[in-house]
C-alpha cells in the first residue's frame, strides 16, 4: 500500500535554530499534504495544508513565517520550523490523500517526526 | 462547543468485553467520518471509516454513524490488551476528489484493557 514517510524522525536542536521536516508519498502523487502539530496528551491539530506549486494555506493561529511549507513537487513537502523556541517543541505529522481502488480515497499519515527545542 | 467531542475517560475494560467508544460533531455538512488507534509516541492509525447512516463491520470492531442525531460510535469486541491505546475520532466535510481536505480531530479517548 501507499507509504507516506518523514525525515527525520526525531530531532534535538537549540532554541533560536531552524529545523526543517520532509514528508514524502513514496509510490503515490499528492497534490495535496496536510501537517499536523500533537502537543503530549492532547489531540492532532491542523496546522496548514500544503498544495503543490502553490501557497499553503494556515489554519487560524499558525504563523506562516514561522511555519515555512514547501510543496515543491507532487511527492514532497517540507515544513521549516524558523527560530525554534522551547514551545514549539512537539510532535509533527503529515498526512497525504490517494485515490485507492474501487474509487475510495486513502488517507496515509506519516510516522510523525518529534521535536524537541532546548 | 467544540466541534469534534469524544466521551471522556479513560475507559478501561477486562480482557474480552466490548470497548465502547462515542463522538458527537457539530458540523451537519459532515461527510466523512474515521475512527483511528494511537499508539504513545506513534501516528495515527485508521482502524474505520463510515459515510453512510447505519453500522459498518470490519472483524472485531464495528462504526455506528447516526447523522440525525450527529453521533458516531465505535464497538470494539473481544477486546484484547493489544487494543489498549488512544482512539482518535475525526470528521470531514468533503467526500470526494482526491482528498478528504480537512480532517477535524476529537480529543481522543484513552482505553485500556486489562487482563
Known amino acids: 500500500g501507499a507509504v507516506v514517510s518523514q525525515h527525520p524522525s526525531w530531532v534535538i536542536c537549540k532554541s533560536g535554530t531552524s529545523v526543517k521536516i520532509e514528508c514524502r508519498s513514496l509510490?503515490?502523487?499528492?497534490?495535496?499534504m496536510f501537517w499536523y502539530r500533537q502537543f503530549p496528551k492532547q489531540s492532532l491539530m491542523l496546522m496548514a495544508t500544503s498544495n503543490e506549486g502553490s501557497k499553503a494555506t494556515y489554519e487560524q493561529g499558525v504563523e506562516k513565517d514561522k511555519f515555512l511549507i514547501n510543496h515543491a513537487s507532487l511527492t514532497l513537502s517540507t515544513l521549516t520550523v524558523t527560530s525554534a523556541h522551547p514551545e514549539d517543541s512537539s510532535f509533527y505529522i503529515c498526512r497525504a490523500d490517494n485515490r485507492g481502488y474501487f474509487g475510495r480515497n486513502e488517507q496515509f499519515f506519516g510516522p510523525g517526526t518529534r521535536l524537541t527545542v532546548l | 462547543q467544540k466541534e469534534v467531542e469524544q466521551n471522556s475517560g479513560p475507559l478501561s475494560v477486562p480482557e474480552g468485553a466490548i470497548a465502547s467508544l462515542n463522538c458527537t460533531y457539530s458540523?451537519?455538512?459532515?461527510?466523512?467520518f474515521f475512527w483511528y488507534r494511537q499508539y504513545s509516541g506513534k501516528s495515527p492509525e485508521l482502524i474505520m471509516f463510515?459515510?453512510?447512516?447505519g453500522d459498518k463491520e470490519d472483524g472485531r470492531f464495528t462504526a455506528q454513524l447516526n447523522k440525525a442525531s450527529q453521533y458516531v460510535s465505535l464497538l470494539i469486541r473481544d477486546s484484547q490488551p493489544s487494543d489498549s491505546a488512544t482512539y482518535l475520532c475525526?470528521?470531514?466535510?468533503?467526500?470526494?476528489?482526491?482528498?478528504?481536505?480537512?480532517?477535524?480531530f476529537g480529543q481522543g479517548t484513552i482505553l485500556t484493557v486489562h487482563p
Open positions: 475525526a470528521v470531514a466535510g468533503y467526500a470526494g476528489g482526491t482528498s478528504y481536505g480537512k480532517l477535524t
Open positions: 463510515i459515510y453512510s447512516n
Open positions: 458540523d451537519r455538512g459532515s461527510q466523512s
Open positions: 509510490d503515490f502523487q499528492a497534490t495535496t
